[in-house]
């Protein structure tokens, strides 16, 4: 009797270890069906990357001289700047190809002043394709108008092709004015292309 | 004198706000209005990645701006614009009305800042009088042999409803001359309302075309056309430069070959080099080159191999062209000295030296011959 009930017992203690087992499995393999909802939101954004600050620095119109030349591409004609090396560079980080227009707050004459200053700027892509119809790849008059200049028809948005370089050129007098620090303030405007 | 002495110290520095930071941005999602008589709506967006020491200007812009007007900036960012619109528009068609944000800086002395704008627009579609379509062609999946999808995305842009919509394709060659006709469903669209045509046909060449999609909507004609392609648009690697000399910028030459019948303009790849450990060596691109039509092309990069150690090197090579791309790896190989002008000097120099010994020993022969 008592082998019986100990047969039993183990045998009772079997079935619930494996109905354990059981349960844990299947509450292991337990699904259900839910449901995910999201949006997709469309994004126009632009940003001028990390590497792009320009600081010209401190410098002179050399002395005899009439004006000096600079450019972010590193030159420096006639004046005693020393940092001229960089340029801006604008990168498309939205979902949304747009137009990119370019715009300055002032004009040569109000940035640096004297005899006949010019303040200059030329763009090109950085990533073959990045801009349609870029423009102006040359260096050309900063614009101060409201709609500023349209520099990219496509300023594409898709990570192999979505950034340019912005370069300045400036022509300093030697009979300006102005002294010390000036400023202006260039606006990068990207405008959302309908689909 | 005094000019002598005249220093004229200018500063002009270029600065962004900080560095790594984005611009500010917008974020919406259908920012479409049907136009109805004094209809109230809003079209809401996101105003993003606003700076530390800007301020944010938003305005509104365009012909209807008027009708609209905007709400706060919410702690998360979200503003409406809200329209209330008049009993009636006079002009029909898309009017934009832009969502304008800029940033504006706070601080500014000292400097020359860069700032960003972007602007967004919402669409206000006023109906046209009586029925109006307005349709869209999207060609996809143009191989030869095998279907090709049509879609013709059909609104209805006029105050009456359509009772009947036919839509159909016509398919011209590159000389313009008809290659296939393909007539597709029928369908009713109601006014405001959106409709899908799929229309399915196979072309036998590859090549270009075009496709003239006409939809015939109550007596009216409403067309649009596309250019595709059909076919294999493919281009290969057919060689690459694999030797370089060490410590040297040195040109990365990839010769290929287009599979295509038309020019492909464009045409760049991206080099990505790395040694035995899977280290990266080399990351640069080509500039774009237009290849003609089953033309073959250079495509050069150039690798700097200062400080790199002898040996070889797993090149990765990717083509980008018209949407494609075409993946190539292979092995490059750092030398001393590429040698390559020693070696024809030398057999030269070598083939010379023989001519003269032969010479002489005949010269000599002959002599001697005639000598006895």
New interface residues.
């Given amino acids: 009797m008592n082998k019986l009930n100990k047969r039993m017992f183990g045998l009772v203690v079997c079935v619930a270890v494996l109905s354990l087992m059981c349960s844990l499995v299947m509450a292991l393999d337990d699904t259900d069906t839910g449901i995910i909802a999201f ?10 990357a ?1 590497s ?10 050399d ?2 001289e009439t004006s000096a030349t ?1 450019d ?1 591409d590193g030159g420096n004609i006639d004046g005693s ?1 020393t940092n001229t090396t ?1 340029n ?1 560079t604008l990168e498309n ?2 979902t949304e190809d ?1 137009t990119l227009d370019l715009v300055s707050n002032v004009t040569a004459a109000q940035f ?1 002043g004297g005899s006949s200053p010019t303040f200059k700027w030329k763009v090109a892509n950085l ?3 990045s801009c349609d119809n870029i423009a102006p790849t040359s260096y050309a008059e900063v614009n101060t108008t409201v709609n500023g200049t349209r520099i990219c028809s496509a300023f594409y948005a898709e990570d ?1 092709k979505d950034d340019l370089n912005i370069n ?1 050129e ?1 022509v ?1 007098p ?1 009979d ?1 004015s ?15 292309i ?1 689909d | 004198m005094k ?14 706000f900080s ?11 259908d920012t479409v209005i049907h136009f109805k008589p004094n209809l109230k709506a809003s079209v809401d967006f ?1 105003v ?2 606003i700076q530390d020491g800007t301020a944010l200007d938003l305005v509104l812009e365009g012909e209807l701006a008027k009708y609209a007007t905007l709400s706060a900036v919410d702690a998360r960012g979200r503003v409406s614009v809200n329209f209330i619109f008049p009993a009636v528009i006079e002009k029909p068609g898309t009017h ?1 009305v ?1 969502l ?1 944000a ?1 940033e504006i ?1 706070l601080e ?14 919402v ?1 206000v579609k006023v109906p046209y009088p009586g029925k109006y379509l307005e349709i869209s062609l999207e060609v996809s999946g143009a191989k030869v042999g095998e279907n090709i999808d049509f879609v013709i995305g059909a609104e209805c842009l006029g105050v009456e409803d359509i009772v009947s919509a036919k839509a159909s394709v016509v398919v011209y060659g590159p000389n313009g001359e008809e290659i296939a006709r393909f007539v597709g469903g029928e369908k009713s669209i109601l006014s405001t309302e959106s409709v899908e045509f799929v229309v399915r046909g196979k072309l036998r060449k590859e090549g270009n075309y075009r496709a003239v999609a006409i939809v015939d909507y109550d007596g009216n004609i409403a067309r649009d056309e596309k250019e595709f392609l059909v076919g294999a648009l493919y281009i290969e690697v057919v060689g690459f430069t694999e030797k370089f000399k060490q410590n040297t910028i040195s040109p990365f030459e990839i010769d290929v070959k287009s599979k295509w019948n038309d020019e492909v303009s ?1 045409v ?1 790849a991206d080099i990505l080099i790395s040694d035995k450990d899977g280290v990266e060596v080399g990351n640069f ?1 080509t ?2 080159v237009d290849v003609g039509p089953w033309g073959e092309g250079t495509l050069t990069g150039f690798w700097d191999t200062g400080n790199l150690s002898l040996g070889n090197y797993k090149v990765n090579i990717t083509l ?1 062209y018209a949407g494609k791309t075409t993946e190539e790896i292979g092995r490059v190989k750092i030398v001393e000295d590429l040698g390559g002008w020693i070696s024809p000097f030398v057999i030269g120099y070598f083939l010379f030296a023989l001519f003269v010994i032969f010479s002489y020993v005949y010269i000599r022969r002959r002599a001697r011959r005639f000598a006895y």
């Fill in positions: 949006e997709i939101t469309e994004t126009v954004d632009i940003t001028f990390t792009s600050s320009i600081d010209f620095g401190a410098g002179s119109v002395s005899g600079l972010s700047w960089g801006l980080i939205g747009a640096i990533s073959v394709g192999s300045f400036l300093i030697s300006t102005l002294e010390g620090a000036q400023v202006a303030v260039i606006t990068a405007t990207a405008t959302e309908n | 000019m002598r002495y005249l220093v004229v110290c200018v500063v002009f520095v270029v600065l962004v560095e790594g930071v984005c611009g500010v941005g917008l974020t919406h999602q996101g993003i990645n934009m832009y304008h800029k800086p500014s002395k000292g400097s020359i800042m860069s700032v960003t704008a972007v602007r967004s627009p669409l464009g760049y691109k500039p774009g980008h």
